[in-house]
């Protein structure tokens, strides 16, 4: 009987040791704080968060969802976050914020869309002087503000021959569909939803020339307090973008979901499109090669920064093309991501 009371306590105190470590272990999780957007470079993070794969790399996160770039890099001024996927036009707004570009997602110009009613669409293609005074929905200085310009260009028109309103994705969508304005810049899942309803695409930036990537962001302050879980994040996110490339049924069945948790209700087709789109995000290597480049080549990220500033400088934004800007690049964190022993 002794002998068996005395097994039990040791049985107890073991099991309380193993509670205990375990509760120290998740104690352990570094809280991180995702700025995501509603489009699908994005995605990744939610299927790193609901796939554990977060949890795996000792983080406990929680995501917001943002209308589009701008409103997150406002959100950086009060240090609301603490790493983000975010365009790369408005992340360059805040360079003054010290914000670090730890890895380019992807090209993002096919889903950046000019978009209006059919009708409107097959006139002003012929005759592209109508575009002198339309009124055209725009999510100021952002990556769809960039395509607009190039399109226009494309069409021997500029900025200063339309009416900008300036408004955030869901509101132009809205807004258009209810018969305000001739054309809308939308990008996914709003552009998928206004061709879904009828409308047509007048110009997207693939069409254009313009070259509108997406970029990894880490906030300045978070990098300083803690460097390793930044590291974690980025290391746990790109394997998040290749768990959805490795099955693209149980991809498109999480994208359902991803659908829900952003707030939208995307058509089952247009799903597709997106869900096609996730699977294609950049891979490690590839982004390396956007960061780093090779020899006797100009560095892809670098020149969009440079592109991206000079329109600014063109719509009044910015005076000169700041050097804290091609600062902001740093692929230190993407390579200690990579040096990181699996888990």
């Known amino acids: 009987m002794a002998m068996f009371s005395t097994f039990v306590r040791l049985f107890v105190a073991v099991a309380c040791a193993v509670g205990f470590i375990g509760g120290v272990s998740a ?200 460097p390793d879980a930044a590291v974690r994040w980025l290391r746990a996110t790109l394997e998040g973008a290749e768990w959805a490339q490795k099955d693209k049924a149980r991809t498109a069945a999480l994208y359902k979901e991803w659908d829900k948790f952003r707030g939208t209700q995307t058509e089952e087709a247009f799903l597709r499109e997106e869900v096609d789109l996730a699977m294609d995000l950049w891979p490690m290597q590839a982004q390396f090669e956007r960061m780093i480049g090779k020899p006797g080549e100009k560095v892809y990220v670098y020149q969009v920064l440079d592109e991206i500033s000079q329109f600014y400088i063109r719509i009044g934004r910015m005076k000169e093309v700041a050097p804290e800007i091609m600062k902001m690049p740093d692929p230190s964190w993407i390579r200690k991501a990579a040096a990181l022993p699996a888990r």
């Open 27 to 226: 104690q352990q999780r570094d809280k991180i704080r995702i700025a995501a957007q509603v489009w699908y470079p994005s995605f990744p993070q939610y299927a790193a968060m609901s796939q554990g794969i977060y949890a795996k790399w000792g983080l406990d996160p929680t995501i917001k969802v943002y209308p589009s770039g701008g409103p997150i890099v406002q959100a950086a001024a009060t240090a609301e976050w603490d790493v983000a996927h975010i365009g790369l036009p408005p992340t360059v707004q805040g360079f003054k914020l010290g914000l670090i570009i730890a890895g380019v997602i992807s090209e993002e110009a096919v889903i950046h869309q000019l978009i209006g009613r059919p009708d409107y669409v097959d006139r002003v293609k012929k005759n592209p002087a109508l575009l002198k005074g339309s009124k055209v929905f725009v999510t100021t200085a952002s990556t769809g503000h960039f395509m607009v310009e190039g399109c226009l260009k494309k069409y021997g028109r500029t900025m200063a021959d339309i009416q900008v309103l300036p408004s955030e994705q869901a509101a132009s969508l809205s807004a258009f569909m209810a018969g305000n304005g001739d054309l809308a810049q939308l990008w996914t899942p709003q552009s998928t939803a206004a061709r879904g309803r009828g409308m047509k695409v007048f110009c997207d930036a693939t069409e254009a020339g313009v070259k509108v990537p997406s970029v990894w962001v880490i906030h300045p302050e978070f990098a300083k307090k803690n």
